[in-house]
């Protein structure tokens, strides 16, 4: 690993976010909320360690796939930090470990939030959490490859390691014009649910971080009831629609943008996808219906198809308690959690095409104990699947259940009940955001042990990044052949002047 190129491009992404935190300004001037010291102070201070990085370390001429994890990893943890700043300066989250869990939460999409009274926050320091949303879905690097040439060197190696899914997606032979696609496809769509919630009288300020944390699958909201607040069916179904095509693969959508409308239904996980939020959501309205959760069965389907459709694609808005809901729908909620949205899209979890893929091995592994000697390959659509890309898959499931049984073990510990702690676990682990019970739709994570939050950041990056990007710094192998950093001054030069 070359630790000059590595810190000379996490100065410059430092930079990149540092002029991101001036955007809050113009609401801090509209609002007079006396934050506009606040956010200047964190983007100089950022500005300031990342243009030390910048003139101290040398960049490399070639970056190593082991370089590409090491920056994305380092970014992420890096920028949480700095995006953690304004809370902790304004003095609205007072302790630093719960500023750090909200940034986190934020950039990673995963929702989960230590505030108690969302509503009380001054609305430029609200732009800027729902806008580590948006920052964090497509995902910074993509970002940064698509506005600086600079990243042109080993961009493969970052977008491989940031973007969700067993399989990459390159839409053009240059990583940076793919970048600049992916980011003008979520640019678009949030600008188009951002003038449909207006038309459905949400003000401008609303829509706009409303349609951060749908088109992000995030699901910060600027009210403690969430989208329950507006107690309107036309924007909760135009909510539904965006998380939808949030859980879906971008490149989906940037096909369809090309008049190929036919490409989505044409795609085995896209149609496996809407299979399983479908049935999700006609049993979990069934439960409701048998148990009589509901007397007014529009608000049923309403509620149900809503809160499915924020789970599966880990966004978590809320329009219900589902945590009142029977263990049959609870249960399914949790279910749906683990699967995620497709490869490719803003959404967390395992994601469908894995799923997909693990049951296709696990049908063809019983054909063959009947029929030992048939060769059966494995297709994803039309195209053969890789045995590479399936041992990478299992190994994911292996990784995966690892994570979140020592995370449970450990959160549980700190002596969190047995269906908060596994629950918060899994909530955060998938980017979804509420957990069940202490942590549920209507409860915070506030109220946990220092410690237990930290783990909990840990699996909500560890989540983002699809944990092989972190689990790759626990094996040993990984800091062999670590180069020492190249300065731009030479010490020993300086010493004989």
């Given at each position: 690993?070359?630790i ?5 491009l996490?100065?410059?992404l ?6 991101m ?8 001037i ?15 201070l950022?500005?300031?360690i ?26 992420w943890?890096?920028l ?8 902790y300066?304004?003095g609205?989250?007072?302790?630093f ?13 995963t ?17 800027w ?10 995902g ?5 490859l ?9 961009g ?7 973007v ?36 459905g009288?949400?003000?401008?300020f609303?829509?706009l ?17 969430s989208i ?16 939808f ?18 490409t ?7 149609r ?5 939020l479908?049935?999700?959501?006609l049993?979990i ?16 389907f ?12 880990t ?32 959404g ?11 049951f ?10 009947v029929h ?11 195209i ?10 299992l ?9 979140f ?6 959160v549980?510990?700190?002596?969190v ?19 069940l019970?202490?942590v ?39 800091w062999k ?7 731009r ?5 300086l010493?004989?002047?």
């Amino acid at each position: 690993m070359r630790i000059g190129g590595v810190l000379n491009l996490l100065g410059k992404l430092l930079i990149v976010l540092s002029l991101m935190l001036l955007t809050p300004v113009p609401f801090s001037i509209y609002f007079r909320d006396s934050m506009i010291p606040v956010f200047f102070t964190c983007s100089t201070l950022g500005l300031g360690i990342g243009a030390a990085l910048v003139l101290i370390f040398l960049p490399e001429k070639e970056l190593q796939f082991k370089d590409g994890f090491a920056i994305v990893a380092f970014s992420w943890l890096f920028l949480a930090l700095l995006g953690a700043l304004p809370y902790y300066i304004s003095g609205y989250i007072p302790s630093f470990i719960d500023a750090f869990f909200e940034s986190m939460s934020g950039f990673t999409t995963t929702g989960s939030t230590i505030l108690s009274n969302i509503e009380v926050l001054p609305k430029s320091l609200l732009f800027w959490r729902s806008m580590t949303h948006w920052l964090g879905g497509m995902g910074i690097i993509v970002l940064t490859l698509a506005i600086l040439p600079l990243l042109g060197i080993g961009g493969m190696q970052l977008f491989q390691a940031e973007v969700p899914g067993p399989t990459k997606d390159r839409l053009t032979p240059r990583i940076q014009d793919t970048a600049r696609i992916l980011w003008s496809v979520y640019f678009l769509m949030t600008a188009a649910e951002t003038g449909l919630l207006m038309l459905g009288g949400v003000n401008f300020f609303d829509a706009l971080t409303h349609a951060f944390g749908t088109l992000a699958t995030g699901g910060f909201s600027n009210y403690n009831a969430s989208i329950a607040h507006y107690q309107s069916t036309y924007v909760q179904m135009v909510i539904v629609v965006f998380m939808f095509l949030a859980g879906a693969n971008f490149s989906l959508h940037y096909m369809a943008l090309k008049g190929n409308l036919g490409t989505y239904w044409k795609n085995e996980e896209f149609r496996f996808y809407v299979y399983i939020l479908g049935t999700a959501t006609l049993l979990i309205f069934a439960a409701n219906h048998i148990n009589r959760i509901y007397s007014d069965t529009a608000l049923n389907f309403r509620d149900t198809l809503f809160q499915a459709t924020s789970i599966m694609t880990t966004t978590g808005f809320g329009t219900a308690d589902f945590d009142k809901w029977p263990p049959f729908a609870r249960l399914l909620l949790v279910t749906l959690m683990f699967i995620g949205g497709c490869a490719g899209s803003t959404g967390g979890g395992i994601k469908v095409v894995r799923c997909l893929l693990f049951f296709k091995y696990a049908r063809s592994q019983l054909h063959r104990m009947v029929h030992p000697r048939q060769v059966e390959t494995i297709k994803l659509g039309k195209i053969r699947v890789a045995q590479d890309v399936m041992i990478a898959i299992l190994s994911f499931f292996a990784i995966y259940i690892a994570v979140f049984i020592t995370a449970s073990l450990i959160v549980t510990a700190l002596g969190v009940d047995i269906v908060t702690g596994p629950s918060a676990v899994i909530a955060t682990l998938n980017n979804i955001g509420p957990g069940l019970h202490l942590v549920g739709p209507t409860q915070n994570y506030g109220h946990l042990p220092p410690l237990a939050k930290l783990v909990l950041v840990f699996c909500m990056l560890a989540g983002r990044l699809e944990l092989y990007t972190l689990a790759i710094f626990f094996v040993p192998g990984f800091w062999k052949m670590t180069r020492a950093p190249r300065l731009r001054w030479n010490p020993r030069r300086l010493n004989n002047g």
